[in-house]
């Protein structure tokens, strides 16, 4: 295959960041209440990630290996700020929706994530398409709960009606508990026709692997220990 | 005290708990919970670092950024002091006081992406606080933060015990018992004063 194909294959599917690897579950759980929000917070990350990969990527020769981490999260959260006033400028109901959480994009494990583990090693190309897979693979993640909590919550489906009057939306699901529950079920079924998460490995070693600076730190031991 | 400010502490700690109402925190909410004592002590660490975060974070906004129009900067700000904190935190605690550096060493730097913090102090300037609510809110989110992860820790070390179907091990388990909580914590959004 295709390395470029390859890299958008690794995201949506082999690497999916929210079903597979578990990176980003903050605004996984929190905007996904309706399809619709999802798709705006999946956009507006696969833009930030894009940008934030092509620039690190470019800049991997030149960023210093010790401050590396400080100079990411510079680029990120500058790159943040301009996603930001361009959709409270040009998305004014998308921003509405989704209000702190797009700040909150700077602390989404999946961009650091993707900057520490791919970006800082491959050329800029590369890392534009491994962007672009991975911004897809937690857009359709995203939507994917924001459709079945929608459906389930509120009878609904980017706002067209699904379910008939007569039957009564179960409201819970769109509340805060509903979010647990669908991404609960999501790995429930994903585990039971045999997808291999990371999940377990992640949860049970205590270094979630959500972020950077808590990968940093769980390499220290293995690297102390050489 | 007066009211007012009772309620903001209150509502952070429990009517709009952080993790459970509002999913800010959640990596470290799965990924810590697994010992009670290793959550305590992230639970404190955070209660540390987001309590001086968001006072330090009002000053800078109220005194530099706002003076200057350069409100739009803030997220950049914000990450970068909450960054600088975390690491003067550590080598504060390092020189100073060994025993809690060893207690909590491990959690410091998880904090710095943990997006509660972040999120406390965006907050903060968004509902115009001013700077005694910033702290007290920051205080109390940081409270139903750690009551929040330490209740967690609590039940996963009950759920290891039991015999579980394949698929609902690990996550999916915990994810419900979150969504349980999360359910019990909605109880609170009835309380007024």
Not at chain 1, 29 to 49: D, E, K
Not at chain 1, 138 to 160: D, P
Not at chain 2, 58 to 72: D, I, M, N, R, S
Request: hydrophobic share 55%.
């Amino acid at each position: 295959m295709n390395k470029y194909l390859e890299r958008l294959y690794n995201g949506l599917i082999k690497e999916n960041p929210t079903l597979v690897l578990m990176l980003g579950m903050c605004p996984t759980l929190a905007v996904s209440t309706r399809a619709m929000n999802g798709i705006g917070m999946g956009l507006s990350t696969l833009a930030v990630l894009v940008l934030s990969n092509l620039v690190i990527s470019l800049l991997r020769k030149l960023i210093p290996d010790q401050v590396r981490l400080p100079a990411y999260i510079v680029i990120v959260a500058s790159l943040v700020t301009v996603t930001e006033l361009l959709i409270e400028a040009y998305l004014p109901s998308v921003y509405e929706a989704l209000g702190i959480y797009i700040p909150l994009i700077v602390v989404n494990c999946i961009i650091l994530g993707r900057a520490e583990a791919y970006a800082n090693k491959n050329g800029p190309l590369l890392s534009i398409f491994d962007g672009i897979g991975m911004g897809l693979g937690f857009t359709v993640a995203l939507t994917l709960a924001g459709g079945v909590r929608e459906i389930l919550g509120s009878g609904t489906c980017f706002g067209l009606q699904i379910l008939p009057d007569t039957v009564e939306p179960m409201g819970i699901f769109v509340q805060p508990p509903g979010a647990f529950l669908v991404i609960a079920l999501f790995i429930i079924i994903m585990n039971a026709i045999g997808i291999k998460t990371r999940q377990r490995k992640l949860v049970e070693s205590g270094c979630d692997g959500c972020c950077a600076s808590c990968a940093s730190k769980c390499d220290t031991p293995k690297e102390a220990a050489k | 005290m007066n009211h007012n400010l009772l309620l903001i502490i209150l509502s952070g700690a429990l009517i709009n708990n952080v993790v459970l109402s509002q999913f800010l925190g959640i990596c470290s909410f799965l990924g810590v919970s697994k010992q009670m004592k290793a959550s305590a002590s992230l639970g404190g660490a955070v209660i540390f670092v987001i309590t001086v975060a968001s006072a330090v974070a009002w000053l800078l906004y109220t005194y530099v950024l706002a003076p200057l129009g350069l409100e739009f900067m803030k997220t950049i700000v914000f990450i970068l002091v909450i960054a600088a904190l975390v690491q003067i935190v550590e080598m504060f605690l390092k020189k100073k006081s060994p025993a809690v550096y060893k207690a909590l060493g491990i959690f410091l730097p998880l904090i710095t992406t943990n997006c509660a913090v972040l999120g406390v102090a965006l907050t903060n300037v968004q509902n115009g606080y001013n700077f005694i609510e910033s702290v007290l809110a920051g205080f109390g989110t940081a409270l139903g933060y750690t009551l929040a992860i330490v209740l967690l820790a609590g039940i996963r070390s009950r759920i290891n015990e039991d015999d579980l179907p394949a698929p609902l091990r690990g996550a999916p388990i915990v994810l419900i018992a979150a969504a349980l909580m999360s359910i019990a914590f909605m109880g609170f959004s009835g309380l007024s004063f």
